[in-house]
């Protein structure tokens, strides 16, 4: 086993003994009703109306119940970057709640694919035997699903969160909707653009294997090639690395017949759009990114990127512990009655997208300090 693969072990060893800090109480067999507090969360043109809505309402319901004590753990593919604010929010979640919980991850991604992959099972069964009553996971896809599915056989629910195991027995899927996602990028971009024809690269997924990725690439491809442009998917290089990367897009970019007149950057690495229009000799190239990475806020204050469409990962992490409690108190169809603002179908709950342009960025920052997950 590899270095973090002991530490992971260790941080479960704890799991059973290490309670988040909160107003609740859960000592005993069933507790009083009542018992969680919330604090209010600051107004903002960016708080999400609904689903703070849909948030109290959750509490409301699991307030009328009996429970028992819980114990569950959020399982994520990295602690820093992009999950960092997912990190917060579900470490806050389980604090409100007072359950016993970790939130686990290492601080980098292994190289290896497939390393990563494997620890994110490894974490799974570790749940499993350490006596989890629920368990939140970014899943790496299809690869997680038998893992996923051991847990649902041994009683234990599942929710996805940011990407999905839909091939699995989770309960449901917390997350940004990835063909909408997609195609509200490329809404975002068309009105910077010249008119057609022209090539618009998206810096996307290509294959299937990756449902999510490709979802929201075909969502961003249906809107450009439906306006009129042709849409050419650079292949975003998530473990070959920066340069990689970036020398693809150049070659694709140079190669492009109609020239390339717009870009859009898809997942958290979208800055590297920028880069590769520099290497291609398009410095002027609109461009329209996703996530909150700090090198994205750079070139949007460089007005290099026009706009970015966050995931809120901050209330992706948050929801999922009251999920996972609400289907442990009040079941998962009372859950899923209480979710139904936000779903879409039975099983995944939409969070939505903020669309953040760039003369916003100060607006958007002072949003996230007052949540608690500030750049």
Same mark, same amino acid.
């Given at each position: 086993?590899?270095?973090?693969?002991?530490?992971?072990?260790? #941080?479960?060893?704890?799991?059973?003994?290490?309670?988040?800090?909160?107003?609740?109480?859960?000592?005993?067999?069933?507790?009083?009703?009542?018992?969680?507090?919330?604090?209010?969360?600051?107004?903002?043109?960016?708080?999400?109306?609904?689903?703070?809505?849909?948030?109290?309402?959750?509490?409301?319901?699991?307030?009328?119940?009996?429970?028992?004590?819980?114990?569950?753990?959020?399982?994520?593919?990295?602690?820093?970057?992009?999950?960092?604010?997912?990190?917060?929010?579900?470490?806050?979640?389980?604090?409100?709640?007072?359950?016993?919980?970790?939130?686990?991850?290492?601080?980098?991604?292994?190289?290896?694919?497939?390393?990563?992959?494997?620890?994110?099972?490894?974490?799974?069964?570790?749940?499993?035997?350490?006596?989890?009553?629920?368990?939140?996971?970014?899943?790496?896809?299809?690869?997680? #699903?038998?893992?996923?599915?051991?847990?649902?056989?041994?009683?234990?629910?599942?929710?996805?969160?940011?990407?999905?195991?839909?091939?699995?027995?989770?309960?449901?899927?917390?997350?940004?909707?990835?063909?909408?996602?997609?195609?509200?990028?490329?809404?975002?971009?068309?009105?910077?653009?010249?008119?057609?024809?022209?090539?618009?690269?998206?810096?996307?997924?290509?294959?299937?294997?990756?449902?999510?990725?490709?979802?929201?690439?075909?969502?961003?491809?249906?809107?450009?090639? #439906?306006?009129?442009?042709?849409?050419?998917?650079?292949?975003?290089?998530?473990?070959?690395?920066?340069?990689?990367?970036?020398?693809?897009?150049?070659?694709?970019?140079?190669?492009?017949?109609?020239?390339?007149?717009?870009?859009?950057?898809?997942?958290?690495?979208?800055?590297?759009?920028?880069?590769?229009?520099?290497?291609?000799?398009?410095?002027?190239?609109?461009?329209?990114?996703?996530?909150?990475?700090?090198?994205?806020?750079?070139?949007?204050?460089?007005?290099?990127?026009?706009?970015?469409?966050?995931?809120?990962?901050?209330?992706?992490?948050?929801?999922?512990?009251?999920?996972?409690?609400?289907?442990?108190?009040?079941?998962?169809?009372?859950?899923?009655?209480?979710?139904?603002?936000?779903?879409?179908?039975?099983?995944?709950?939409?969070?939505?997208?903020?669309?953040?342009?760039?003369?916003?960025?100060?607006?958007?920052?002072?949003?996230?300090?007052?949540?608690?997950?500030?750049?």
């Amino acid at each position: 086993m590899t270095m973090i693969g002991r530490c992971w072990t260790a #941080a479960f060893g704890l799991l059973l003994t290490t309670a988040a800090c909160g107003s609740s109480d859960t000592a005993g067999a069933g507790t009083d009703v009542g018992r969680i507090d919330r604090a209010p969360t600051p107004a903002s043109e960016f708080t999400p109306v609904e689903l703070e809505a849909t948030v109290d309402r959750l509490i409301a319901m699991i307030n009328e119940s009996t429970i028992e004590p819980m114990q569950m753990v959020i399982l994520l593919k990295n602690l820093d970057t992009f999950f960092e604010p997912i990190a917060t929010g579900a470490s806050r979640a389980m604090g409100e709640l007072g359950v016993t919980g970790n939130v686990l991850g290492p601080t980098d991604q292994s190289g290896d694919p497939t390393t990563s992959q494997d620890l994110q099972n490894q974490q799974i069964e570790q749940a499993i035997a350490a006596g989890a009553d629920g368990i939140g996971i970014s899943p790496y896809g299809d690869i997680n #699903a038998a893992a996923v599915d051991d847990a649902v056989a041994n009683g234990i629910p599942v929710v996805t969160l940011d990407t999905d195991v839909a091939t699995s027995k989770r309960s449901l899927y917390v997350g940004a909707l990835n063909t909408s996602a997609g195609a509200t990028a490329g809404e975002t971009l068309l009105p910077m653009l010249p008119p057609p024809p022209g090539t618009v690269l998206i810096h996307g997924n290509i294959g299937s294997d990756w449902g999510d990725g490709h979802a929201r690439t075909q969502g961003a491809m249906q809107v450009v090639k #439906a306006a009129g442009y042709t849409p050419l998917v650079s292949q975003a290089a998530f473990f070959a690395g920066e340069a990689f990367d970036v020398d693809w897009m150049k070659g694709q970019i140079q190669s492009a017949d109609p020239p390339v007149v717009g870009m859009i950057g898809l997942f958290n690495i979208s800055y590297r759009c920028v880069m590769g229009a520099d290497a291609a000799g398009i410095p002027d190239v609109p461009i329209v990114a996703f996530d909150f990475d700090l090198r994205t806020v750079d070139y949007m204050r460089q007005g290099r990127i026009k706009a970015t469409h966050t995931q809120r990962q901050y209330y992706e992490g948050y929801l999922v512990p009251y999920i996972l409690y609400g289907i442990r108190t009040i079941g998962l169809d009372a859950t899923r009655e209480v979710l139904a603002p936000l779903m879409d179908g039975d099983n995944r709950v939409n969070i939505g997208l903020d669309v953040v342009p760039s003369g916003k960025i100060d607006a958007y920052n002072s949003f996230l300090d007052e949540i608690g997950v500030g750049q």
